[in-house]
């Protein structure tokens, strides 16, 4: 029962380059969403997905790109990596109409 | 929009200690709580939630929370704390209208002496 499955765990980046964290859920999960966890600040919202081929932006989502091109799948993608996006990462699915979210792992992200 | 606000940052605490973190939300409408806990290291895990019924919720590991409409509060509580409880803890709101989009407070680290 794998539930929430995040890749990489950790990751060491230069500033400029792009990667791609990878999120993949087994519960048939229409919402899904990635968060970045900062001290003193929570998590904040980056960008969501309410099913299959539909996202949105949330609260920080500058400098990062998401796609859902299956119900599973949710990557993220940081397109020019940046000092100021070294942070944790998690990934969280729920179901519609169900707000209990489920979170992966988390990737420790750092931009040098 | 909604914000979640969590009055304490970092509380360090003796075993059998009682635990009060504060979590405070500014959705007027209907909301469902929660709390989730993060043990170093590892990923969230629901604590406890509120849906809806009786305000005192009842979770894992002897926490419970209360929800007081009034004071747009729901407030985490444990009567005696224990070592393995050191984490950090987030309040999270879901305003009704928001589909599942959740709001986080900004985290409160506990940290239990032995």
């Known amino acids: 029962n794998a539930g929430v499955t995040q890749t990489p765990k950790f990751q060491v980046l230069k500033t400029g380059q792009s990667m791609t964290l990878q999120c993949a859920q087994d519960m048939n999960h229409e919402y899904m969403s990635w968060y970045r966890q900062d001290p003193g600040m929570g998590l904040r919202l980056i960008h969501y997905s309410v099913g299959a081929g539909i996202t949105d932006q949330g609260e920080v989502p500058n400098g990062y790109n998401v796609s859902r091109s299956t119900t599973e799948d949710f990557p993220l993608r940081l397109l020019s990596a940046a000092p100021s996006q070294t942070s944790v990462y998690f990934c969280?699915?729920?179901?519609?109409?169900?707000?209990?979210?489920?979170f992966g792992q988390g990737t420790r992200l750092t931009v040098v | 929009a909604q914000s979640v606000s969590q009055h304490n940052h970092h509380v360090i605490l003796s075993e059998a200690a009682s635990l009060e973190l504060g979590c405070n939300y500014s959705?007027?409408?209907?909301?469902?709580l929660f709390w989730y806990v993060q043990y170093p290291g590892q990923h969230l895990q629901l604590l406890l939630k509120?849906?809806?019924?009786?305000?005192l919720v009842k979770g894992i590991k002897g926490f419970e929370a209360e929800f007081i409409k009034s004071k747009f509060s729901f407030n985490l509580r444990k009567p005696s704390v224990q070592w393995s409880d050191t984490a950090e803890y987030f309040c999270?709101?879901?305003?009704?209208?928001?589909?599942?989009?959740?709001?986080f407070g900004g985290g409160t680290r506990l940290m239990v002496k032995p």
């Open positions: 959705y007027g409408g209907t909301v469902n």
């Open positions: 969280a699915s729920s179901r519609k109409g169900d707000t209990e979210a489920f």
């Open positions: 509120y849906f809806s019924g009786d305000p």
């Open positions: 999270d709101v879901n305003a009704g209208n928001a589909g599942n989009m959740l709001t």
